[in-house]
């Protein structure tokens, strides 16, 4: 157990604020990280990921964000009552899916239309936290909508974000995670053994919008960059749903 906790505490801590740079900085959603590094590649660009509600609490107080990339409409809701957007530049910018993982190593092979209880059973389950964090609210109405929450949540591990949850898979400290598809489709250390019914929870949007008071051309440019035929592509590679046309 108190290997678990310290592991879990040194992924919280890889997603730790930067400093603000001369650039444009960037408060993005964990599960967004492998493909906007890609994006951001090679531009005076600073990206801090985090849960969710991390990023929408840190700009709701005055975070150097320029940019901000949440995982639910809820928390970009939040920021938008108080007043901490810019006018007009909010878009739901991404779609994705949620699935259950296991870790490569595990000695079965998943099997097609077995329900998810099936490799659930008695052993722990890692999602990010279920009742701030997107993925793990998404998991939860996913486990309601399937009758098996009550006799899950005992042996359910909450991690601070969905990346932190995919990674005690990928490490094997824990055989299962509720992850995004996007996340197991960045991690070769873990295997998709269930894909969850979008009806069975929340649709999951990622909107995205420049910060109130950040307004600069350079930041048009990468809000503009982001929704871009080339970063289209990258988003798409990397399973996500571009909900709107290249710009």
């Known amino acids: 157990m108190l290997r678990l906790c310290l592991i879990t505490f040194a992924v919280m801590a890889a997603?730790?604020?930067?400093?603000?740079?001369?650039?444009v900085t960037i408060f993005a959603a964990a599960s967004l990280k492998t493909a906007l590094d890609e994006i951001t590649q090679g531009t005076d660009t600073t990206v801090s990921y985090a849960a969710s509600s991390t990023i929408a609490?840190?700009?709701?107080?005055?975070?150097?964000?320029?940019?901000i990339i949440?995982?639910?409409?809820?928390?970009?809701?939040?920021?938008?009552?108080?007043?901490?957007?810019?006018?007009?530049?909010?878009?739901?910018?991404?779609?994705n899916t949620l699935v259950l993982v296991a870790s490569s190593d595990?000695?079965?092979?998943?099997?097609?239309?077995l329900p998810v209880n099936h490799y659930i059973g008695q052993d722990k389950l890692a999602m990010?936290?279920?009742d701030a964090v997107p993925a793990g609210i998404y998991g939860k109405e996913a486990l309601i909508a399937l009758g098996i929450w009550k006799?899950?949540?005992?042996?359910i591990v909450q991690t601070d974000n969905v990346r932190a949850a995919l990674r005690l898979v990928a490490m094997g400290e824990v055989p299962f995670g509720i992850v995004y598809a996007t996340d197991a489709k960045a991690e070769p250390r873990v295997q998709v053994v269930h894909r969850?019914?979008?009806?069975?929870?929340?649709?999951?949007?990622?909107?995205?919008?420049?910060?109130a008071g950040r307004d600069t051309p350079e930041v048009?440019?990468?809000?503009?960059?982001?929704?871009?035929?080339?970063?289209?592509e990258i988003f798409t590679r990397n399973g996500f749903l571009v909900l709107e046309a290249p710009q």
């Open 70 to 95: 949440t995982a639910n409409v809820a928390w970009m809701d939040h920021l938008a009552a108080k007043a901490r957007l810019a006018s007009d530049t909010r878009r739901d910018l991404l779609g």
């Open 220 to 232: 048009q440019a990468m809000w503009a960059r982001l929704r871009s035929a080339q970063a289209a």
């Open 15 to 23: 997603f730790a604020v930067p400093a603000k740079s001369d650039g």
């Open 196 to 211: 969850f019914d979008p009806a069975s929870h929340g649709p999951i949007v990622y909107p995205m919008a420049i910060v």
């Open 57 to 67: 609490r840190q700009v709701e107080l005055g975070a150097p964000a320029d940019l």
């Open 106 to 113: 595990m000695a079965f092979i998943a099997q097609a239309g």
């Open 128 to 130: 990010a936290l279920v």
């Open 151 to 155: 006799p899950t949540l005992p042996n």
